[in-house]
C-alpha cells in the first residue's frame, strides 16, 4: 500500500493526519459533504481530455525542459500540473478536510516509485552481500529495473514539487532547466499521473452519485430533515440494510478490505493520574473506502443531518429548527445561507408589515364612511364585501401567491 494519510475519529470529530502534514480536526461527516458539495465531472473530463491529447504522442528524446515549458499548450507536466492546481484549489475552497485526504493521495501517486526503488535498492544489497535478493529477477535485470525505477522516483518528485508550486517553479526544476535537462521521461511520468488521478475522479464521481443514495436510505428523510428527529436510528437503519445484502452498501462495504489500521498509543500530558490513550488509525489507497467509514460513523453515532432550504447541501443542524446551514453562499460579502436567510426572512416581515399598513389604512378609511352614516346598509354591505377580498388578497400576498400591484389594487377597488 501506498498510503500516506490517516483518519481516525472521536465522537462527533474526526482527525487527519498526513506523512508530513500537521494533524487537522473536522466536525464528523466533513468528508462525505465535501465529495457531495464538490463537482467533480468537469476535471474529471479535462483529465480523460488530456490523456486521450498526450497518449501515444512521440516524446523526442533531445527535448529540454527549457524548450517544452517554452510552449505550456503542448508540454505535458505543464498541462498535468496546472490540472492538479486547479483541482486541488476547487477541493480546497469546498472542503478543507477532502482537500487532505487529496494531497495525501497525490503524496502517495508520486512517492511510491521511491519505495519501490528503496525495496530494489535493498534487493541489490543483497546480492551484493551473496544474500538471496528475494526477486525472480536476474542481477541484470533487478539493475536495470532500479536504474528505470529510479528515474521515475527523480521525475515524480520533479513533477509533485511542481503540482504545488505551480504556476511557479520549484528550485530543483529551475537547475534542471539550467542544466538543459531532457524531458521525455518526465512526459511520461506527467501521463501516469493524470491516469492515476483520472481513475480516482471516475471512483469519487461514482461514490457522489452512490452516498446520496446511502444517504437518503439512512440520515435524511423524504421531508430534508433528520431522520431522528422522527424517531429513527440511523445505525439501526445501516443495520437492516447490511442484513438485507443492499447491493450499494456491500460495493462499499467489500472496500473495508483495502483499509490499513493502526492503533497508536500516547500518554496525556494533562492526565495527573497517568494512563496511556489509544486511537484507532485507518488508511487506504482508495478514497471512497475512507469516505464509506466516515459514513458507518456518521449513522453509528446517529448524526443529525439535513438539507440546507438555502443551497440544498447537508449540514448538521445545531437544533431541530435550524433549516440553514454556515457554507458562504456569497463569496464578495462572506455571507451564509444562515445569514442570507436571515436577511430574507427580514425583508419578508417587512413586506408583509407594508402590505398590512396598507390594508389597515384602508380598512380604517373605510369603517370611517361608516361610522358617519350609521343608517347606510349598503355601505355596510359593501364594507363587508371588500374587508372579505382584503383578507383574502393579504394572506395571497403573504404566501407570495400575488405580488404587490395585485394587491394593491384589491385593497382600492370600490374605495
Not at 274 to 284: C, K, L, M, N, V
Not at 374 to 382: F, L, Y
Not at 398 to 412: A, D, H, S
Request: hydrophobic content about 35%; overall charge negative.
Amino acid at each position: 500500500m501506498n498510503y500516506q494519510t490517516y483518519l481516525f475519529f472521536d465522537g462527533r470529530a474526526e482527525y487527519i493526519q498526513g506523512y508530513d502534514t500537521p494533524q487537522h480536526t473536522f466536525p464528523l461527516g466533513s468528508l462525505v459533504f465535501g465529495l457531495l458539495d464538490m463537482e467533480f465531472a468537469p476535471y474529471l473530463e479535462q483529465a480523460t481530455g488530456l490523456l486521450d491529447r498526450f497518449r501515444g504522442m512521440d516524446f523526442p528524446a533531445g527535448r529540454t525542459m527549457a524548450q517544452s515549458l517554452a510552449e505550456p499548450g503542448t508540454c505535458a507536466y505543464y498541462q498535468a500540473a496546472s490540472f492538479y492546481h486547479g483541482l486541488a484549489e476547487a477541493v480546497r475552497a469546498t472542503s478543507p478536510a477532502l482537500f487532505d485526504l487529496l494531497e495525501g493521495y497525490c503524496s502517495a501517486t508520486f512517492r511510491r516509485f521511491k519505495r519501490e526503488l528503496d525495496r530494489m535498492t535493498g534487493q541489490l544489497s543483497q546480492v551484493n552481500h551473496r544474500q538471496p535478493s528475494g526477486s525472480r529477477l536476474s542481477t541484470n535485470s533487478l539493475f536495470q529495473r532500479a536504474v528505470h525505477t529510479g528515474n521515475l522516483a527523480l521525475t515524480s518528485d520533479l513533477l509533485e514539487g511542481y503540482c504545488r508550486s505551480f504556476p511557479a517553479y520549484t528550485e530543483q526544476m529551475e537547475v534542471f532547466i539550467e542544466l538543459d535537462a531532457q524531458d521525455a521521461s518526465l512526459c511520461e511520468t506527467a501521463l501516469l499521473f493524470l491516469e492515476s488521478f483520472a481513475e480516482l475522479l471516475r471512483q469519487l464521481t461514482q461514490a457522489a452519485e452512490d452516498f446520496r443514495s446511502l444517504i437518503a436510505s439512512t440520515l435524511v428523510d423524504e421531508d430534508g430533515r433528520p431522520r431522528t428527529e422522527h424517531g429513527q436510528s440511523p445505525s439501526e437503519v445501516l443495520a437492516e440494510l447490511a442484513e438485507h445484502g443492499d447491493s450499494t452498501y456491500q460495493k462499499y462495504h467489500n472496500l473495508e478490505d483495502d483499509i490499513h489500521i493502526q492503533t497508536r498509543y500516547k500518554r496525556p500530558i494533562d492526565n495527573k493520574k497517568g494512563g496511556i490513550s489509544a486511537a484507532t488509525f485507518y488508511a487506504s489507497d482508495t478514497l471512497p473506502a475512507l469516505l464509506f467509514l466516515e459514513f458507518v460513523q456518521m449513522c453509528a453515532q446517529n448524526l443529525p443531518v439535513a438539507v440546507c432550504e438555502s443551497c440544498h447541501r447537508l449540514f448538521v443542524p445545531f437544533s431541530s429548527r435550524a433549516k440553514y446551514c454556515d457554507r458562504v453562499l456569497d463569496p464578495e460579502t462572506g455571507a451564509t445561507c444562515k445569514d442570507i436567510a436571515a436577511k430574507l426572512a427580514y425583508a419578508e416581515e417587512l413586506k408583509a408589515d407594508k402590505a398590512k399598513e396598507l390594508y389597515n389604512k384602508m380598512r380604517n378609511r373605510y369603517q370611517m364612511r361608516c361610522s358617519r352614516a350609521p343608517g347606510n346598509q349598503k355601505m355596510r354591505d359593501d364594507y363587508n364585501a371588500w374587508r372579505k377580498q382584503a383578507q383574502m388578497a393579504l394572506s395571497k400576498y403573504q404566501l407570495g401567491e400575488i405580488g404587490w400591484e395585485t394587491f394593491e389594487k384589491v385593497i382600492q377597488t370600490g374605495l
